[in-house]
């Protein structure tokens, strides 16, 4: 497992659909090492801290592997490193690999998975076609996030390494499968609505699926 990539950027303004967003899906790869904050990293930002950032949307990563899947959907569209919006591209692990609260290090950093992405309207600006939304998440390739648990330094080239995994093995293509409602397992959906590493707004979600379901 590898760190292919380290992608930063501020959030900037741009024009959209006829009016002006403030966005910070706009991120380039940088050589040096980067310092890895409890909120983001060191010259990265979010416009919209309601629904982007925080301890535990710290680091949004995304599989390199999945950049050939893209090519193959949009042949005519440049996929530069880092045009998913993520602050990691990664080799050696993809969604149906990790679960959630699984521990790792990378560099000095000390991270841990919390859940998928669920991308938003801003994803369709930076790709300058709205339709790219949902195709993301019919894709089920929606990368992850970490939590940073040990502020430190990282850098492209670095490996990934697994610190412990997490017992209740409960992937991050599980949560985004019980989301979609691909999969229909009332017992995941339960064991979901208690995971601790979970942050709570998608264990509320999954309560509330969780009881719904009872009440039938």
Request: charged share 25%; with cysteine.
């Amino acid at each position: 497992m590898k760190l292919i990539s380290v992608n930063i950027g501020l959030p900037r303004e741009v024009a959209w659909k006829g009016k002006t967003v403030s966005t910070g899906i706009f991120k380039e790869p940088v050589s040096d090492r980067v310092m890895v904050r409890l909120l983001n990293l060191d010259g990265d930002g979010q416009a919209d801290l309601t629904v982007h950032g925080g301890a535990d949307k710290a680091v949004y990563v995304y599989p390199f592997e999945h950049y050939d899947y893209w090519r193959g959907e949009l042949p005519d569209t440049e996929l530069p490193l880092g045009i998913f919006g993520e602050n990691f591209t990664i080799a050696g692990l993809r969604e149906e690999d990790v679960n959630i609260g699984d521990r790792f290090q990378i560099g000095t950093v000390k991270l841990m998975v919390t859940q998928p992405r669920l991308p938003c309207y801003k994803l369709g600006i930076r790709f300058g076609r709205p339709d790219i939304v949902k195709r993301f998440l019919a894709s089920r390739r929606t990368g992850f996030y970490f939590r940073v648990l040990q502020e430190g330094e990282v850098g492209a080239g670095d490996t990934l390494e697994l610190v412990s995994r997490d017992d209740n093995n409960i992937t991050v293509a599980n949560i985004t499968q019980l989301y979609t409602r691909e999969q229909n397992n009332p017992e995941l959906l339960h064991q979901a609505a208690q995971l601790e590493a979970l942050p709570k707004s998608w264990r509320d979600y999954f309560q509330e699926q969780s009881r719904r379901q009872d009440v039938k």
